[in-house]
C-alpha cells in the first residue's frame, strides 16, 4: 500500500501564475479530500469527492480554485490566478467509506506564491 | 467559528508520564471523532477514533473517552514515550459538520513534547 500521494512536495511560483497540485489516492478507496492548513486557520476542508463526484465545495474559497477528479486514481486542484495568500501546504486525503471510516492523508504540497 | 476547539497550542510532559489532550466541540451533530497525529513535513496520520455511542475506546497505549453532554472528548497517552511528540489533531464528523457525509472538522492542533 502506497499511500496517498501527493506532488509536486513544494511548488513555489509567482503571484499570477496558474498552480496545478496533483493526488493520486489509495487503490480502492471511493472518496477523496482536499484540505489547506495555515497557521491562522488550521485544516480547513476545500472540497471532497465521492465516487469521482464532487459532493461539497463550499470550502473552496475563491473562483480562482478549481478541482477536478477524471477517474478514481487521479485528482488536480488548480489555482488560477495564484496569489500570496494561497501560499500554505495542500494536502489530500482519501477514505474507503463507507460514513465513519478515518482518512488517509499524503504528505502534501507545501505551496510558496511570491 | 470554530466547532472543534483545541485550548492547548502545546503541553509538555515527562516520559513515562500520562499525556492528556483535551478538545471541545460545539455542533451538536457529531457523530463521530478523531485523534491524528502530525509529524513535520508529513501528513496527519490516523491514531484512533471513537462514536458517540461509545464513551471510551482503548488502542494499546492510546485511549479516547468522550462526554457528550459536556460536549468534551480526551485523548490519554499512557505511558508516554519520546516517539508521541507530535502535534496531534481532534477531528469530528456528522451530519451538518459542513465537510459532507464523510469530511472531517478539525480543531488547529496540540504540540505534545515528551521530556526525556
Known amino acids: 500500500d502506497a499511500g496517498v500521494i501527493q506532488s509536486p512536495r513544494h511548488e513555489v511560483t509567482e503571484m499570477g501564475q496558474e498552480v496545478t497540485l496533483r493526488c493520486k489516492p489509495i487503490?480502492?478507496?471511493?472518496?477523496l479530500f482536499w484540505y489547506r492548513q495555515t497557521m491562522m486557520r488550521g485544516l480547513e476542508l476545500l472540497i471532497y469527492?465521492?465516487?469521482?463526484?464532487?459532493?461539497?465545495d463550499s470550502g473552496m474559497p475563491e473562483d480562482r480554485f478549481s478541482a477536478k477528479m477524471p477517474n478514481a486514481s487521479f485528482s488536480t486542484l488548480k489555482i488560477q490566478p495564484s496569489e500570496p495568500r494561497d501560499s500554505a501546504v495542500y494536502f489530500c486525503a482519501s477514505s474507503p467509506g463507507p460514513q465513519n471510516s478515518p482518512l488517509h492523508f499524503g504528505n502534501g504540497t507545501r505551496l510558496t506564491v511570491t | 467559528d470554530q466547532q472543534v476547539k483545541q485550548n492547548s497550542p502545546s503541553l509538555s510532559v515527562q516520559e513515562g508520564r500520562i499525556s492528556i489532550l483535551n478538545c471541545d466541540y460545539t455542533n451538536s451533530m457529531f457523530d463521530y471523532f478523531l485523534w491524528y497525529k502530525k509529524y513535520p513535513a508529513e501528513g496527519p496520520t490516523f491514531l484512533i477514533s471513537i462514536s458517540s455511542i461509545k464513551d471510551k475506546n482503548e488502542d494499546g497505549r492510546f485511549t479516547v473517552f468522550l462526554n457528550k453532554s459536556a460536549k468534551h472528548l480526551s485523548l490519554h497517552i499512557v505511558p508516554s514515550q519520546p516517539g508521541d511528540s507530535a502535534v496531534y489533531f481532534c477531528?469530528?464528523?456528522?451530519?451538518?459538520?459542513?465537510?459532507?457525509?464523510?469530511?472531517?472538522?478539525f480543531g488547529k492542533g496540540t504540540h505534545l513534547i515528551i521530556q526525556p
Open positions: 469527492f465521492n465516487n469521482n463526484v464532487p459532493i461539497d
Open positions: 477531528a469530528a464528523s456528522g451530519r451538518g459538520s459542513g465537510g459532507g457525509a464523510d469530511g472531517l472538522t
Open positions: 487503490s480502492g478507496h471511493n472518496s
